[in-house]
């Protein structure tokens, strides 16, 4: 499936509404082909901008979606608008749920090491005839013997839960070694596991998701910040396409 792109201050973000984004990526693995998968939203898009090496990383991702309703209107400004919030949480449970249904094979990374103990459960519980193909968690110095698991068992799916820039950063340099849907979630296992609340659908239909997690957790509101930052860069950008 070709898609139209649009360039939000130098990343080039895939056209999909939710379905069609998920749909490909079933289609993608029934082929057994190698992908790497970004949800960028305007946290990551900023670093991005301050950061070549990053911003070439994930133009060179084989899909860029928007997370965040931030980049949705940051592409309406620039009159090139976008299907839909495309999120990386919601990527991930809809290709559980397919990983389920059709006994695929799943690698897990990242997180706190009670994180990645109390997922184990949560998967076998919730998604029973997923094949579990490894599991470690984010606190390692060494990763070979991560790499080496990876590479003996062939996941379709392997979901790096680093944080960015370091989960798209490892995803980058070992993805040759399976030919897996490689997908960095961020703080995706801290929801499955029930350690963070998802906004209601309220806030979700209502583009105020940001709002809930501020009051859940008043200590994101510097990173909150970059909103702002990110729409002036937008208007910068649209202020030079019409010179």
């Known amino acids: 499936m070709t898609r139209s792109k649009v360039n939000i201050l130098g990343i080039e973000f895939d056209n999909f509404t939710q379905k069609e984004f998920v749909c490909q990526l079933i289609a993608d693995n029934?082929?057994?082909l190698n992908r790497f998968v970004v949800t960028a939203n305007p946290e990551?898009?900023?670093?991005?901008?301050?950061?070549?090496?990053?911003?070439?990383?994930?133009?060179?991702?084989?899909?860029?979606?928007?997370?965040?309703?931030?980049?949705?209107?940051?592409?309406?400004?620039?009159?090139?608008?976008?299907?839909?919030?495309?999120?990386?949480?919601?990527?991930?449970?809809?290709?559980?749920?397919?990983?389920?249904?059709?006994?695929?094979?799943?690698?897990?990374?990242?997180?706190?090491?009670?994180?990645?103990?109390?997922?184990?459960?949560?998967i076998k519980e919730k998604y029973p005839h997923l094949i579990i193909a490894g599991m470690h968690d984010g606190y390692f110095n060494d990763e070979e013997p991560i790499i080496h698991e990876i590479q003996q068992t062939q996941p379709d799916f392997v979901f790096v839960a680093l944080g960015f820039p370091k989960q798209d950063f490892f995803i980058a340099h070992h993805r040759s070694v399976a030919n897996s849907i490689w997908m960095g979630v961020g703080?995706?296992?801290?929801?499955?596991?029930?350690?963070?609340?998802?906004?209601?659908?309220?806030?979700?239909?209502?583009?105020?998701?940001?709002?809930?997690?501020?009051?859940?957790?008043?200590?994101?509101?510097?990173?909150?910040?970059?909103?702002?930052?990110?729409?002036?860069?937008?208007?910068?950008?649209?202020?030079?396409?019409?010179k």
């Open 44 to 122: 990551i898009v900023l670093a991005a901008t301050r950061d070549p090496h990053y911003q070439q990383i994930i133009n060179h991702a084989d899909y860029v979606t928007a997370d965040g309703i931030g980049i949705v209107k940051g592409a309406k400004i620039l009159g090139t608008p976008l299907a839909e919030r495309v999120t990386g949480f919601d990527t991930m449970q809809a290709l559980l749920r397919s990983a389920n249904q059709n006994q695929k094979k799943v690698y897990f990374l990242g997180g706190k090491p009670a994180v990645i103990s109390a997922l184990k459960n949560v």
């Open 30 to 32: 029934r082929q057994h």
């Open 187 to 242: 703080g995706s296992f801290d929801v499955l596991i029930g350690n963070v609340q998802r906004a209601p659908e309220f806030w979700i239909n209502h583009h105020i998701e940001w709002l809930f997690r501020l009051i859940q957790e008043p200590t994101r509101f510097k990173r909150m910040l970059a909103l702002p930052r990110y729409l002036f860069r937008v208007y910068q950008q649209k202020s030079k396409q019409k």
